[in-house]
């Protein structure tokens, strides 16, 4: 067992000076969080408006004497740093977010992107991606530029959700995203072997979510929509943490245990501050491709009743039918692959729905 600790990882982070002439990035107030996960280590510098002039150098720097450590095999860095502050802001104290304090890295806005909105479930199962690319696609429709960032690092499904294996080109190390019926898509799976399982401890998922939202040419967009993966982990801390997010979704299922799951997202958002816009039931009923009758297989109505008892907004409940699942099997989602469909309006009327709150 390793016998690594967050404090020698402090001790080390002492030798390194934020700027010239300047303190170390410990007693500067810069380090907010340092994680040791096993032999690999993970840390979140926060720089609010004194952005170093050479950030690259500053993270070779903290990487290298954290690999001197005893113990560590890898270390993550993640860096963010607000835009330079304005004149009448210059006589603002800056608060303090070192090691050991409870604040948490200032998300910052994404270059040309007006809006972020994180569609997340308490579990996996619950056709997220399948809402996510077809809300998307659904705000396309009324005439916005969309983007759909795949941040399920474990898992992602938005490749096969819009039929493309892609690999995104590079330009001056900033990936530009695949385009995909009109969006702007971007995925780890468009990075790796779809076939090879992804098996990364916490920093290097932290630094992967970090490039997929930060190293990628989002803009300009109106609406950027983030697929996130099921539950409250890694991936969500740091889309928290480093993008200011306009908004999340809840999606569930109207299984009782599915709604259990549901509420622990809902109140991760709201403990992080993050605006919740609704709730979304999917597989609300099945509906028989056969005779057209409606089976409650999941039960029915459960997610709206969450909604009404938490006093959040309902966006709309979406049936389990067999158009869904196929369409989204051959690349081309419901909302592209047939408009006219009523399960198609379903989500044009969410996507209204969202449009208006973010005053679009």
Known sequence: MSNL????????????????????????????????????????????????????????????????VEGVSAVNVVMSALKAAKPSDAAAPKMPTGAGSKAAPKPTELPGVKHIIAVASGKGG??????????????KAQGLK???????????????????DEKPEAINKILQPIMAHGLK????????????PVIWRGPRVM???????????????????????PGTGDVQLTMVQQAKLSGAIIVST????????????LAMFQQVKVPIMGIIENMSTFVCPHCGENSDI?????????????QVTFLGAV?????????????????EADPENPISDIYKDIAEKLRQQLGL
Do not use: C
């Open 126 to 139: 619950v056709g997220k991606s399948t809402t996510s690319i077809n809300l998307a696609l659904a705000l």
């Open 207 to 229: 630094g992967a979510t970090q490039q997929l939202l930060k190293d990628v040419a989002w803009g300009p967009l109106d609406v950027l929509i983030v697929d996130m993966p």
């Open 254 to 265: 109207p299984q009782d245990l599915a709604l259990i799951d549901a509420r622990k997202g």
């Open 319 to 335: 049936p389990l039918h067999m158009s869904v699942r196929a369409s989204a099997d051959e690349g081309k989602p419901i909302v």
């Open 185 to 196: 898509v971007m995925s780890v799976g468009f990075l790796l072997d779809i076939d090879q």
């Open 5 to 68: 600790t967050k404090q020698a990882v402090l001790e080390a982070l002492k030798a390194v000076s934020a700027t010239s002439g300047s303190s170390n990035v410990v007693d500067s107030g810069y380090v907010s969080t340092v994680i040791v996960d096993g032999d690999q280590v993970g840390v979140v510098l926060d720089f609010g408006d004194s952005r170093p002039s050479d950030m690259p150098a500053l993270r070779s720097a903290i990487e290298v004497a954290v690999m001197a």
């Open 298 to 310: 999941f039960g029915h109505g459960g997610a709206k009743e969450v909604a009404e008892k938490l």
């Open 146 to 164: 969309v983007g759909l960032l795949d941040a399920d690092i474990f898992g992602p499904s938005v490749p096969m959700l819009v039929g493309s």
